[in-house]
Every structure is written in C-alpha cells, then in structure tokens.
C-alpha cells in the first residue's frame, strides 16, 4: 500500500520563491501548498492542517513571527514542525526566531538540497513526538484506570445499596398502591345514595380495614423519601464518575475548583469510605482557574486515594482544604496516616517508585499527577512526618471569574 504524501506548506510573497521551493520540494515527494501572507496561511493551517509549515519572517501585514506565535498559541499546537526562513542570520533573529515557537532556522539564500534534509529530520523528529505523547497518554490512561480499579468494588456496593432499597419500596408500594385503589373504588360505589344492603354491608368491611390504609399513609411519605435519596446518591455517584471518565481534551476551560474539590470527596466509597474521615474545607466565594478538568480530577482521586491508603489506624483524618492566597488557587489534601521518611520524600515523584505493598499501586500515579500540574503551570509539593501524617499541596494560578 503506497502511503500518502507528507504536506509542506509554504509561506512566502514571492512568487519566485515559492515556485522554485514547489518545483523542490514536490520532486522530493511532499505535496505542496502555497501562501503568500500569513493571514491566508493561518486560516489555511486551519482548514488543511499540514505536517510542516515553512514561512519567510518579513512579508506584508503580519510577520512569519506573529503566524508562529498564533499557531502555537491560539491554536494549541506544539506539535507540527515550523522552520522560519530569513535573510538575517545573526544571534537575535535567530533567537526570536525559536522563542515565537519555531522548530527550526533556515538562513538566505536557500540551499535547497540541505533545506529538504532539513525538512525530512524536523518530520522524523515530529513523528518520535508523536510517539512519545501517545506513550504518555496510555501511561495516563492506565494509570486512571489502575486509580478507577481501586474505586470500582466500593462504588459497586455503594451504587447497590441505594438501589436495593429504591427497587424494595418500589414493590412495596405496588402492592400499597393496588390496595389503595381497590379501596377507593369500593367507596366510590358505596357512595351512591341507591345503595343496597350489600352495599352498606361492604361499606362495613372496608371500615375494618381502614387500620391497613392508615399504615400506607404513615408509611408512604418515608418510602418516598429513602427512593429520592437514594437516587439523588447514585445520580452524585455518577456525575462524579462521568468528570473523571470525560474523554481528554487538551484545551483547558474556566474551572470552578470548588465543584471539583466536592465531586472529588464525593467518590470515596466503599471500603475507603470506612478506613478515615474524609472532610473538605472551601471559600464561600467560587475560586476559577484554567484547567482540564477531568485530568486535575485525576490529581485530586490520586492524592485523595494515597491520603486514604497511608492510614493504618481506627481514627483516620483526611481533610481537602481549597484557599485563595494572592493569585494562586491551593488545594491542600492531608492525612494523620504512617507519614513518609527524607529518604522517600525524595523518589515520591518518581516513576514506577511506590511506598505501598505489592499488588497496591503502579507507581505512576504521583509522577502523572506532577506532569498534569506542570502542564496547567501549576506546582505540586509535598511535606511529611514520620508517624504524623502528610500534605500534598496543589497550586494553580487563579483567573477572576468568568
């Protein structure tokens, strides 16, 4: 099967140019696509997403500078390769070249034949890109669903309980219903003023079994109420588990830290739910910053479930507390667990380094949570006393309210 070519587009408003880097760079097998500003090509990147955008840097309106730098940023792009041809070959050029998000330099007068070397190693390096954030996505993915595993038994139970009640009360009250039914048509019946004997007689009956009817009154309103708690606790269970399932998106949104700081604590179930007291303490004022939300949820689970898991006593404590100090956002989560000695401290990021039994943890979750925070230009650190417990502190930088 012959494989697609790769696409180069190049940006340039000479005519001249462009035309002889097409006839160069088709003969080595890209296909080619053409623009001469950088407004046209910005929406061009857009529309035909090309594996490699070559642009001059000075051309009318907006420089191969400023195109640059709305790729990178406006489009959330980090990935395709990006060389800036110019004239100008001393350190500065060089140097704003690289910071406005260009891959690579390429000096004037063009040496085409090394230019397309070039081109070929930026692609190859991109695609060794590629790779690698797809090998990170699964070690994220695996570790949530290592984190999930943790919380599917509990939250199996959690989820029957106040399903085996509702589904309870549910026959219960059919069978109240039916009876109430039976018992309001009699009366209706009786009710007529050309009733007979047996009629009135019937009338009696139903008397007898008024008591019957005053217990589903004073039984029905409880009923009731358990049924819509425990559907309002499945449906908290749920919402929570659809946050933390929600497919990645790497553009972050406004996040009230608030909501997620509640939908957190709201996912220890089952046998965590019973090895410490898990409490949050959060402003009375909505506290926003940029985040993906599901991936800071994932920090959050990881963080709470280790606080959970390094308790090994009968009066465990773990508070969530979110504060506002200054322009950053902190989520402080805290255990009295076994705590953690100097030694540990130090490999506590590490990939694959765990403190837990075997069988307990991958040893990813804390280095993926590190890497989530870097990436939303947070800081994640840690405090901890031997025998006393351990603090994790999350910082994100605020936003005012959208």
Request: proline share 4%; with cysteine; charged share 20%.
């Amino acid at each position: 099967m012959v494989s697609k070519p790769l696409t180069v587009a190049v940006v340039d408003d000479e005519h001249n140019l462009r035309t002889l880097l097409r006839a160069m760079l088709t003969q080595a097998g890209f296909d080619v696509i053409e623009y001469a500003d950088a407004e046209t090509a910005y929406q061009g990147f857009i529309n035909n997403k090309p594996h490699l955008l070559l642009t001059d840097v000075w051309m009318p309106g907006e420089s191969g500078h400023d195109l640059c730098r709305k790729i990178r940023r406006d489009l959330d792009d980090i990935i395709t390769p990006i060389i800036i041809m110019t004239g100008n070959d001393d350190l500065s050029s060089i140097d704003e070249a690289f910071e406005s998000g260009a891959t690579d330099f390429f000096p004037k007068p063009i040496n085409y034949p090394l230019l397309v070397q070039r081109i070929r190693y930026a692609l190859r390096n991109s695609e060794a890109w590629h790779m690698q954030t797809s090998y990170q996505s699964q070690m994220l993915q695996s570790e949530k669903m290592a984190s999930l595993g943790q919380l599917a038994a509990g939250m199996a139970h959690e989820i029957n309980n106040p399903i085996g009640y509702v589904l309870s009360n549910v026959q219960v009250l059919g069978s109240y219903t039916q009876s109430l039914l039976q018992y309001i048509a009699q009366l209706e019946s009786n009710a007529q003023t050309d009733a007979s004997p047996e009629d009135r007689q019937a009338t009696l009956t139903l008397m007898d079994t008024y008591d019957q009817v005053q217990t589903i009154k004073a039984d029905l309103p409880e009923m009731l109420t358990d049924i819509e708690e425990g559907l309002g606790r499945i449906s908290e269970i749920v919402k929570s588990l659809k946050i933390y399932a929600h497919p990645e998106q790497e553009k972050l949104t406004p996040t009230n830290l608030i909501e997620l700081v509640q939908s957190v604590q709201k996912m220890i179930v089952g046998d965590l739910k019973y090895r410490a007291d898990v409490k949050t303490r959060v402003p009375e004022a909505a506290v926003w910053v940029m985040a993906n939300p599901s991936k800071l949820y994932q920090v959050l689970m990881n963080l709470l479930i280790n606080a959970v898991q390094a308790i090994e006593h009968d009066h465990g404590q773990v508070c969530i507390k979110l504060k506002a100090q200054g322009d950053q956002a902190l989520i402080e989560v805290t255990d009295n667990g076994k705590g953690m000695a100097k030694e540990e401290l130090t490999r506590i990021f590490d990939p694959f380094y765990t403190t837990k039994d075997i069988g307990e943890g991958t040893g990813l979750g804390l280095s993926v949570s590190k890497a989530i925070v870097e990436k939303h230009e947070g800081h994640l650190s840690v405090i901890s006393d031997v025998h006393k417990g351990t603090t994790f502190t999350l910082s994100l930088r605020q936003i005012p309210t959208p």
